[in-house]
């Protein structure tokens, strides 16, 4: 009899044992708590417009200052750095949503990466150091208000359409990877200002054609231009290249202008452009 109520009890200790085992099994798969997506991340992959963010892509846009980063405050606020724009928005914890000038996106967190997903576009982002991307998108920020000139209309209008031919063209690249010419000048109902630029691609390779970060001037105050073009070998294309904060043809001066290009399937680089426009 003592040993029958000795067995019992061990059985009775190893059940209680168990349930406490599998009720912090259970506590374990209720997911990420609130406070782990607090916190600063940095893309580290995936596929944007068709575009595959792997370790050499990331690579060659840290070296020309081109930062994805989005920071997650513990009062429901999020700022976004896309390319140099600082965005600001919300983000939801329980809808696992960001909401950022009316676009939502959806998030979730897994093995300490933070995966956003839209359609077809995809990306990765991984815990970065606070110290460094906060003072980037402070930088970044700072560069966008301090540029010299109004991204809104003052008085809360809309703008009159401008379109002036430029004859001859301004020829801002000639050579094997590509030519490319400034073939307008325009304003948009939107306030956007910029050039109509016409490019063909003269090389045997996929090309892209493209402004970047931290290069660009408009009468002497460092801008950001808003352009790209992906072109097959013989293909031509003509797009509209704006300038943030530039919402009148009057304040597209003395332009000093950075254009590049790459390979699109190595993203090895082909060429740098620049070129002065009065």
């Known amino acids: 009899m003592k040993t029958n109520k000795l067995w019992r009890r061990m059985l009775i200790g190893v059940s209680f ?55 997650l405050d513990k009062d429901g606020k999020a700022e976004l750095d896309l390319f140099g724009e600082v965005v600001d928005g919300t983000w939801d914890f329980k809808d696992k949503r960001m909401n950022f000038e009316g676009d939502t996106l959806e998030f979730k967190l897994e093995n300490d990466t933070l995966y956003i997903v839209e359609g077809d576009d995809n990306l990765t982002f991984t815990r970065g150091n606070s110290t460094d991307l906060a003072a980037a998108i402070e930088t970044d920020r700072n560069s966008a208000s301090t540029g010299g000139f109004e991204t809104e209309d003052p008085a809360g209008g809309t703008y009159e359409p401008v379109t002036i031919p430029v004859n001859p063209p301004i020829v801002v690249a000639n ?4 030519t490319a010419s400034i073939v307008e000048k325009a304003t948009e109902s939107t306030g956007e200002t910029g050039y109509v630029i016409t490019v063909t691609n003269n090389s045997s390779v996929n090309v892209t054609f493209y402004t970047s970060t931290g290069y660009t001037t408009v009468d002497g105050v460092l801008t950001q231009p808003w352009y790209n073009a992906h072109l097959a070998p013989g293909e031509s294309s003509t797009d509209f290249m704006y300038f943030e904060g ?33």
């Open 17 to 71: 044992v168990l349930a406490i085992v599998l009720a912090l099994a259970g506590c374990g798969k209720s997911g990420p708590a609130e406070a782990d997506y607090i916190g600063y991340w940095e893309v580290s992959g995936g596929t944007l417009y068709g575009e595959e963010y792997d370790a050499e892509m990331l690579q060659m846009m840290k070296d020309w200052g081109m930062v994805i980063v989005i920071h």
């Open 175 to 178: 050579d094997d990877v590509v």
């Open 246 to 278: 530039v919402t009148s043809l009057d304040d597209l001066k003395n332009v000093e202008l950075h254009l590049f290009a790459y390979n699109s399937d190595t993203y090895d680089s082909l060429g740098e452009y620049v070129t002065t426009i009065d």
